[in-house]
């Protein structure tokens, strides 16, 4: 029987889903690992026996930080709140946060509850098209 | 596998804005490094070199070709190495590998940049894409982003209240720009205080700007030659004693261990097992002090002080000269200049002229230094370790 390798989730179905308001993930049907964002193999036991499973999109706020200085053709979004959530499955996934003035963030923001949204990132010169990322808010 | 010595070196002023091109740095450092190694462009077998940016800084790729054809050495096998800051302790690495394996007898290694060249919008654009471009630059993180989280995770995790942390950190520029003063070489050469970095401008939350190393051009280079060959060629070899590399995802992938960087971890055990050496027998140590929290990180996953306690090193003057592990005698990243492509190598000179006993004229010299390690980061994703001996 002819196997085809492929992604199980590439990365456009995957922003395909944000823009939907969906966060997809891949379980592990040997460990039970959630690996988001996607990749070939399971980032637990390497294993490539997969499926696309949706994420609740509820975690807590892991670190953060707020960048003053942006990169070419960003300059207008700074200063700008990226923290590093730690998602109710397993998994922690990079994204921004609103709802809060960038400039006030500090350590008590770690822990905070927050729940997902999401942005397009219409892209640059460099990045081969569009990018969607996830969009924090407070959730308690 | 043969033993592999360094033989000479050669290392460009780092600089903003430097007037010459990637290739006439590292062509101007290779030719230091031919010449005091008592050689000539034509002995030289095959080139190794880091190179990162060109491409964007000067719409110059291949620079490995171009290179070895203006220093003379026609023809040769030369190849780019690319892992973001650590491309060329990348780039040494495999040619000591060339070496040990017998395959050649004398090659030269080494770096170059030209960052500044971009301006500060487009070098920040182009340093983010040493992040995972489809998962997390659409954030916007970038490269000072990065270590910042890293900070605040820093913090939190070991429970060291943020302000007391920055304190610490602060102490670690404060040193690099003490030695970078007695550095010819380092981009900035005046002493800081810890006040001063208290009151930068903030790059991304808790880094400010003396948290921070700057945007370089530069370049460094190194030769490497079998041990037959080294010993007939200088009286000071310096000899690789252990080698590392090790590769790691994206930030987010590395929740498991954050803020311990695990590729760190593996590549150094590598090296300190080929060394058959710990962390206690090393006697000066060039680690990848991008941002000053990068110190601390570095310092506990290379073995020198436990979890969360690498800023006692520096708040007691362990890291200086005559402490117990000197860390960064060169004026390291931050106050030496960080040109990325060139990084490694200039790591890997300033070890050997410690081994040397070299830099006594400077000021800056570890009394009886035999062993010294090399610790090079790229992006969030690559490690080189390298430990060096004296005979």
Not at chain 1, 74 to 90: F, N, S
Request: proline residues 4%.
């Amino acid at each position: 029987m002819a196997f085809k390798i492929e992604y199980k989730l590439s990365h456009k179905a995957y922003y395909d889903a944000l823009k939907k308001g969906k966060l997809l993930g891949l379980k592990c049907k040997d460990c039970a690992t959630v690996t988001c964002p996607p990749k070939m193999t399971c980032q637990e036991c390497t294993g490539t026996n997969l499926d696309i499973t949706e994420l609740s999109g509820k975690g807590k706020i892991a670190t953060f930080t707020t960048s003053y200085v942006a990169p070419l053709g960003r300059e207008v979004e700074a200063p700008y709140t990226i923290v590093l959530v730690e998602l109710e499955e397993g998994p922690w996934i990079m994204g921004n946060l609103i709802d809060i003035d960038p400039a006030k963030v500090g350590m008590e923001l770690i822990g905070r509850k927050v729940k997902f949204g999401f942005k397009v990132f219409p892209g640059d010169l460099y990045s081969a098209g569009e990018g969607v990322r996830p969009l924090f808010s407070f959730a308690d | 596998m043969r033993r592999v010595a360094i033989i000479g070196g050669g290392h460009t002023k780092f600089m903003f804005n430097s007037p010459q091109s990637g290739i006439e740095m590292l062509a101007e450092a290779s030719m230091d490094a031919i010449t005091k190694s008592n050689l000539k462009p034509k002995d030289i077998q095959a080139i190794y070199c880091g190179n990162v940016l060109g491409d964007f800084s000067e719409g110059q790729g291949m620079i490995q070709s171009y290179l070895a054809d203006d220093i003379g050495c026609f023809n040769v096998p030369a190849s780019r190495f690319e892992g973001a800051c650590a491309s060329a302790t990348m780039a040494i690495r495999d040619a000591f590998m060339w070496v040990a394996s017998g395959h050649y007898d004398i090659v030269l290694a080494g770096g170059t940049e030209k960052a500044t060249a971009m301006g500060t919008s487009l070098a920040t654009r182009t340093f983010a894409m040493f992040s995972d471009g489809r998962y997390e630059y659409p954030s916007g993180i970038n490269f000072p982003g990065i270590f910042a989280m890293l900070a605040h995770l820093y913090s939190s995790k070991y429970n060291i209240p943020l302000k007391k942390l920055k304190e610490t950190l602060a102490l670690v520029s404060v040193q690099s720009h003490f030695y970078g003063m007695k550095n010819p070489h380092a981009q900035f050469q005046k002493e800081i205080t810890v006040e001063q970095v208290l009151r930068g401008f903030t790059v991304s939350s808790p880094l400010q700007l003396l948290d921070c190393c700057p945007f370089s051009d530069g370049a460094a280079a190194l030769v490497l030659a079998s041990e037959d060959v080294a010993k007939k060629l200088t009286d000071k070899p310096i000899y690789f004693a252990g080698v590392g590399q090790a590769s790691s995802g994206k930030m987010s992938a590395q929740y498991k261990y954050l803020p311990r960087l695990r590729a760190r971890e593996v590549s150094v055990k590598q090296a300190y097992d080929m060394a058959g050496l710990e962390p206690k027998d090393i006697d000066v140590c060039e680690l990848h002090d991008c941002f000053s929290i990068a110190s601390l990180i570095a310092a506990e996953s290379l073995g020198f002080a436990d979890f969360g306690k690498a800023g006692e090193l520096w708040e007691k003057g362990e890291t200086k000269i005559g402490g117990k592990i000197p860390i960064n005698i060169s004026g390291g990243l931050k106050s030496k200049g960080h040109p990325i492509g060139a990084t490694g190598a200039s790591q890997v000179y300033d070890i050997v002229r410690q081994l040397r006993g070299d830099l006594v004229d400077e000021g800056r010299q570890v009394e009886g230094a035999k062993v010294g390690l090399v610790d090079t980061l790229g992006g969030d994703g690559v490690i080189v370790n390298l430990i060096l001996k004296a005979d």
